[in-house]
């Protein structure tokens, strides 16, 4: 069994988010997705909705086997736990994969780090410009 790990904030959901879990499936056999914890957000602004209820959303899609929220203090806890054999970056994510693929082998981790690679180019397929438009409207 090829175990698949996904990762991403998912803030608010929309087709983007579909589209990077559904690619990252068709890796393996079993998928698997972090939910970032709140608290580990630093490369953008902190999440709007709970973690708990961003947890519930992505676990609610059909494509993910197991949902689990992200470790408060250590991001790579959770993938010591999984083993997985492929890690999924979405086209968008800040992680580079060389850099990431360094520090899982110093942590005796040595899954195969994979960009995906497919997007959507439709206007609600990006969790900013969502915000955006909604501040825009809003102030209106």
């Given amino acids: 069994m090829i175990k698949v790990l996904a990762t991403g904030t998912f803030d608010i959901l929309h087709p983007g988010h579909l589209t990077y879990l559904h690619e990252a499936k068709l ?18 602004p902190k999440p709007l909705i709970p973690d708990k209820q961003r947890l519930e959303m992505v676990a609610a899609i059909k494509d993910v086997d197991c949902a689990i929220l992200g470790d408060e203090k250590d991001m790579f806890k959770l993938l010591e736990i999984i083993k997985p054999d492929i890690i999924a970056l979405g086209f968008d994510q800040h992680f580079s994969k060389e850099e990431l693929e360094s520090q899982l082998n110093a942590r005796g981790i040595f899954a195969k780090v994979v960009r995906v690679n497919a ?22």
């Fill in 27 to 44: 890796l393996g056999d079993k998928l698997y997705v972090i939910v970032s914890n709140s608290a580990t957000v630093k490369h953008k």
């Fill in 119 to 140: 997007s959507r180019s439709e206007q609600f397929c990006d969790t900013s410009a969502i915000m955006n438009l909604i501040l825009e409207k809003a102030l209106r």
